[in-house]
C-alpha cells in the first residue's frame, strides 16, 4: 500500500504546472493564453519573464528529482526509476491543468538528477554545448535526448566514473522519452527544417526572437 500510495504521489509531484501556477498567481496570467500556449520554461520566459522561466525551470526539474528519490526517501527496495517516470508522466498528463502538460525535458532532467547527479551534469553539459552552437533550445533538447539514451549503453564501458552500471530500465526509459521528445517537437522540427525556427538570445546563432518550446 505505501508503494502504490508514493506512486500516486510522484504522479502527483509531476503534475504540478509550474508554469500555469506561477503565471496566475503572480502575474494573473494564463500562459496557455499566449506564444507558443505551451506550460514549460522557454514559454514561460517569452510571457513572464526570465525570474519566472528559471523558477518555473527549477520546479520542473526538482519534481521529477523528488519523486525519483521518494524510495531512497521512504526506505523501498524499488527502483526509483518508476517514480522518476511516473513524475514525467505527471509533467505531460497533469491532472492539475486538465491532462494537457508540457514536453517532458525539464522533468525528464530532473529524474536523471535524482538517479545518478554526475551522469545529469554530464547530460547538462552536452545540452548546453549543443545551445550555445545553435541558440535553439528545440535542437538541444532533441540531441540531448538522443545523447542520453546513447550514453546509458556506452558510458558504463566507455566511462564508468559517469555511469558505472548498465541500467537496461534507465536505456528503455530514456528510449521512451526520446521518442515523446520527438514527436512533441515535430512543429519544431518542421520549423527547423524551414529555416524559420525561432532562436534563444543565447550563443553563436542568438536571434531575437525566442524558442517556441
Avoid at 506561477?22 to 526570465?50: A, C, E, M, P, Q
Wanted: net charge positive; aromatic share 12%; glycine share 10%.
Amino acid at each position: 500500500m505505501q508503494t502504490v500510495l508514493l506512486m500516486v504521489l510522484a504522479y502527483l509531484l509531476g503534475s504540478i504546472p509550474s508554469g500555469v501556477w506561477i503565471g496566475k498567481l503572480f502575474f494573473h496570467k494564463d500562459i496557455r493564453d499566449y506564444g507558443s500556449g505551451n506550460t514549460g520554461t522557454t514559454n514561460t520566459f517569452r510571457v513572464l519573464g526570465r525570474p519566472a522561466g528559471a523558477i518555473v525551470f527549477l520546479m520542473d526539474l526538482l519534481k521529477g528529482t523528488l519523486a525519483t528519490c521518494l524510495p531512497l526517501i521512504f526506505h523501498l527496495n524499488i527502483n526509483p526509476l518508476w517514480f522518476g517516470l511516473i513524475a514525467v508522466i505527471g509533467h505531460t498528463l497533469p491532472i492539475f491543468a486538465g491532462f494537457k502538460g508540457g514536453k517532458a525535458v525539464a522533468t525528464s532532467a530532473g529524474m536523471l538528477l535524482g538517479y545518478s547527479p554526475l551522469f545529469f551534469f554530464y547530460s547538462l553539459l552536452f545540452f548546453l554545448i549543443v545551445l550555445y552552437l545553435s541558440s535553439m533550445v528545440s535542437v538541444a533538447s532533441i540531441l540531448a535526448a538522443i545523447f542520453v539514451t546513447i550514453s546509458t549503453i556506452v558510458l558504463p564501458s566507455l566511462w564508468p566514473a559517469i555511469l558505472p552500471n548498465h541500467n537496461w530500465l534507465l536505456t528503455l526509459i530514456c528510449l521512451g522519452l526520446t521518442t515523446y521528445i520527438i514527436v512533441r517537437h515535430k512543429d519544431n522540427l518542421q520549423r527547423i527544417k524551414n529555416g524559420t525556427e525561432n532562436r534563444v538570445s543565447f550563443g553563436l546563432n542568438k536571434g531575437a526572437k525566442k524558442n517556441d518550446h
